[in-house]
C-alpha cells in the first residue's frame, strides 16, 4: 500500500496507528502504518508533521518528495539506515579495482538486454497484425547481440578508462531503441521523439515522472543494503548527483516503466494536462498507481517468478555482496518477453 498526496493545502499527520490526510476540515485519506509500504508527496504545498515522519522512520517506511513533473528531489529515512559502514567502504574501493569495472559493465548490458526483450515483447503481438512492424522491431532487437558482444569485448584497467565507450555504445543503442518504438506511439501525441529534461509533448512527460517514481524505489532498495547511492560506477561522480541510482535504475526502466506506459498510451489512454501544458492530478495519480503495481507483478528470477520489487531488492543486496566479496559475480536483471 502506499500513500500519494498532491494536493496543496493537504496536511499529513498521525492518528492512531494511521496517516491521516486531512485539507482544512475534510478527510482525503487514512491510511494504517501496518500496511504502509512508503509516501509519495507531490509538488508543493503539502505538510507533514513531525509526529509523522517519526512514525515512518520507525515503521521503516520512506517519504518520498517528487516535483510536478516527476522529479524527485529529496526523500527521508530512517537514519539508522545510513550506518553501514563496512558495506560502504568495499563500495568506495571497488571503484578503482575489477569489481568497479565487473559493475559498469553489468549495469550497460542488462539495460542493453531489456531494451532488446521489450522490442521482442511489444513483436510478438503484432506478428499478425501488423508483420511489417513486427518484423522492424525485430531487426533492431537482434542488434542488441552485436552491441552485448562489443561491451564484453572491451577492455580497461578501471571505470575511468572504459566509461566514455561503455556511455556510447548504450547510447548508440537507446537511439535504435526508441526510434524501434515510435511507431507504437499513437500519432495524435505528436511524439518527437525520447526527450528528458524539459519535454513539452505528453508522452514524454509521462515517462520522465514514471523514471522519477521508480527513481524512489530504486534508492531505497540501495539504502536497505547499505549501499551508497551517491557512489555510482557507470554514471560519474558529480556533486549531488547519485551515480548509484541511477547505474541500478538502469536495469528497471523497461522491465517496470517503458513497458508499463507504452502499453497504456497503445490502449487508448488519454493523458491529462493541465492550462501550462504539464501533467494534470489524476494523470499523475495514474502512473504512480501503475508504475507500483507493475513493481508487484512477477518476473522470473532465480529459477522462480518473484515480484519485482523483490527483485530489485535482491539486485541491491547483490551489489553490497559483491563489493565485499561475498559474490563471485553481478549479473544484471534481465525481464523475459
Known amino acids: 500500500m502506499h500513500l500519494f498526496v498532491q494536493e496543496k493545502g493537504a496536511f499529513i499527520a498521525k492518528h492512531q496507528g494511521r496517516l491521516r490526510v486531512m485539507k482544512a476540515k475534510d478527510r482525503l485519506n487514512e491510511v494504517p502504518l501496518l500496511h504502509l509500504q512508503q509516501v509519495l508527496i507531490n509538488g508543493g504545498g503539502v505538510s507533514i508533521s513531525s509526529d509523522a515522519i517519526r512514525a515512518c522512520a520507525e515503521e521503516g517506511i520512506p517519504i518520498h518528495f517528487v516535483s510536478s513533473n516527476g522529479t524527485p528531489h529529496s526523500s527521508l529515512y530512517s537514519a539508522g539506515l545510513t550506518g553501514t559502514v563496512l558495506t560502504r567502504r568495499a563500495q568506495l574501493r571497488a571503484y578503482d579495482g575489477e569489481a568497479g569495472l565487473a559493475l559498469a559493465r553489468a549495469f550497460t548490458l542488462g539495460k542493453l538486454q531489456n531494451q532488446a526483450n521489450l522490442l521482442r515483447y511489444v513483436a510478438k503481438y503484432r506478428k499478425e497484425a501488423d508483420p511489417d512492424l513486427h518484423a522492424a522491431l525485430t531487426v533492431v532487437a537482434s542488434e542488441v547481440v552485436d552491441s552485448l558482444q562489443a561491451v564484453r569485448d ?19 543503442y537507446a537511439a535504435r531503441y526508441w526510434g524501434a518504438l515510435a511507431p507504437l506511439v499513437p500519432a495524435e501525441l505528436a511524439w ?3 526527450e528528458t529534461q ?4 505528453a508522452f514524454n512527460q509521462v515517462l520522465n515522472y514514471g523514471y522519477g517514481v521508480l527513481y524512489g524505489q530504486v534508492e531505497h532498495a540501495i539504502i536497505l543494503a547499505g549501499l551508497d547511492p551517491y557512489a555510482g560506477l557507470l554514471h560519474a561522480d558529480r556533486p549531488g548527483k547519485p551515480s548509484l541510482v541511477l547505474d541500478l535504475i538502469e536495469e528497471f526502466r523497461q522491465a517496470v516503466v517503458d513497458r508499463t506506459l507504452l502499453g497504456q498510451v497503445t490502449r487508448g489512454w488519454s493523458i491529462g494536462r493541465d492550462e501550462d501544458g ?21 518476473e522470473a528470477y532465480e529459477g522462480k517468478r518473484q515480484p519485482l520489487r523483490h527483485i530489485l531488492q535482491c539486485q541491491a543486496r547483490h551489489i553490497a555482496t559483491f563489493v565485499r566479496g561475498e559474490r563471485e559475480a553481478y549479473q544484471p536483471f534481465v525481464m523475459g518477453w
Do not use: F, H, K, Y
Request: net charge neutral; glycine share 10%.
Open 192 to 194: 518527437p521523439g525520447r
Open 198 to 201: 524539459g519535454a513539452a509533448d
Open 154 to 172: 572491451l577492455q580497461g584497467v578501471s571505470v575511468e578508462a572504459l566509461r566514455d565507450r561503455l556511455m556510447g555504445i548504450e547510447g548508440r
Open 278 to 298: 504539464r501533467l494534470d492530478a489524476d494523470t499523475r495519480e495514474r502512473i504512480v498507481t501503475r508504475v507500483l503495481e507493475r513493481l508487484e507483478s512477477s
